[in-house]
């Protein structure tokens, strides 16, 4: 392998998240970490806990640094003396407070690394961390002290400069890293989990964290509307806060035969070429590298239009876009697929999602 560095040392990268629970930006963080490393560069992975389902992905090559602290307000200290010790040439941060410590740990720090930070989210209608205002003085002021910073989407782009006024130019759009090379492979693994059966259902799955803001109460309102036409069951991957409530709420509408909640899946990959559908009725979503994945599996996707996935599905070209907590528009969406309408992305689209279009961009920012 040609390596990607023009330097006469090894450059430590440092990558700073809270943990590595099953999210879309731990997942991305991950993927560069292991990326990074196989191009030749020193990787740490630093945690404020070393926990999460997405632990057990990182490669033994990556270095795992547990700052082993409760709450993210310990780790500034902690990241100085790292600065100080280890001396990395590139911190990459993703997450509001890690980008926020990651700025200031260089501030106090002898040492002065390059600062890589990265917006996964859309800012403006996430929950505020303190309070929604002091969170927008916070970052507006530490924001563009970082040497470069990262959106994962055009409209996340966007919304950090209407929302936190900062320069376009000073915005760099690099997609989540989704499709390699063994993508296609990993699609085709059995599974411990598969919704193949002999009945003859539809198959409808929604994957994501077990969250308010993936609106799974929408979902299922949806999915009782499709009942009436169809047999099928839905299948709800992923972990959370809101588990206990959705279970609940799917025992009230009498739904517990045909909704199945497996928990966090390490490869969902084999259950997403399974499946009819693929929804998603997030309330806001900077990116999703689900729909990504659906896309390459060409599992047919209905999503609310809620910020990324429009950019994702072309406007609606290659998925279905229905309106925010909108069940009717959901179950509509859904049946027309089930008829035929499936909007399947071509090749040439996904090639904007690999891996090596998204670390090559990163790396051209180390440089």
């Known amino acids: 392998m040609t390596l990607n560095i023009n330097t006469s040392r090894v450059k430590r990268i440092a990558i700073f998240i809270p943990?590595?629970?099953?999210?879309?930006?731990?997942?991305?963080?991950?993927?560069?970490?292991?990326?990074?490393s196989r191009r030749g560069f020193l990787v740490d992975l630093i945690l404020k806990k070393a926990q999460g389902e997405l632990l057990a992905k990182v490669p033994p090559e990556v270095n795992i640094i547990n700052f082993d602290v409760p709450a993210m307000r310990h780790t500034l200290t902690k990241l100085v003396r790292y600065i100080n010790q280890k001396q990395p040439d590139t911190i990459i941060s993703a997450l509001e407070l890690p980008n926020v410590v990651s700025v200031l740990a260089r501030i106090l720090a002898k040492s002065k690394p390059k600062i890589i930070i990265s917006i996964?989210?859309?800012?403006?209608?996430?929950?505020p961390i303190?309070?929604?205002s002091l969170d927008k003085v916070i970052f507006k002021l530490i924001y563009p002290r970082a040497d470069h910073i990262v959106a994962v989407s055009n409209i996340c782009a966007q919304d950090a400069v209407k929302y936190l006024h900062l320069p376009h130019s000073r915005i760099n759009v690099i997609y989540n890293p989704v499709i390699d090379e063994g993508f296609y492979k990993r699609s085709k693994e059995l599974n411990h989990f598969s919704?193949?059966?002999?009945?003859?259902y539809k198959k409808i799955l929604s994957i994501g964290r077990l969250e308010k803001v993936k609106?799974?109460?929408?979902?299922?309102?949806?999915?009782?509307?499709?009942?009436?036409?169809?047999?099928?069951k839905i299948i709800i991957l992923g972990e959370g806060t809101y588990r206990k409530e959705i279970s609940k709420r799917v025992n009230e509408m009498g739904l517990e035969n045909d909704v199945i909640m497996p928990g966090f899946i390490d490869n969902p990959l084999p259950i997403i070429e399974e499946a009819d559908v693929l929804v998603n009725t997030s309330k806001h979503e900077s990116f999703s590298i689900v729909i990504v994945e659906a896309l390459a599996c060409h599992c047919p996707v209905v999503s609310t239009a809620c910020g990324g996935p429009e950019e994702i599905l072309a406007n609606g070209k290659f998925g279905h876009l229905v309106p925010i907590g909108d069940h009717k528009?959901?179950?509509?969406?859904?049946?027309?697929?089930?008829k035929g309408d499936l909007r399947l992305a071509n090749p040439e689209w996904l090639d904007q999602f690999s891996i090596e279009t998204s670390v090559q961009k990163y790396i051209n920012l180390l440089s």
């Open 120 to 127: 996964h989210g859309i800012i403006s209608k996430q929950n």
């Open 195 to 200: 919704i193949t059966e002999k009945q003859n």
């Open 215 to 232: 609106d799974h109460q929408t979902l299922l309102v949806a999915f009782k509307e499709i009942q009436k036409k169809y047999y099928a």
């Open 19 to 36: 943990t590595l629970a099953g999210g879309g930006a731990e997942s991305a963080m991950v993927i560069l970490a292991q990326e990074l």
């Open 130 to 132: 303190y309070h929604k």
């Open 329 to 338: 528009a959901i179950a509509d969406a859904i049946e027309k697929v089930f």
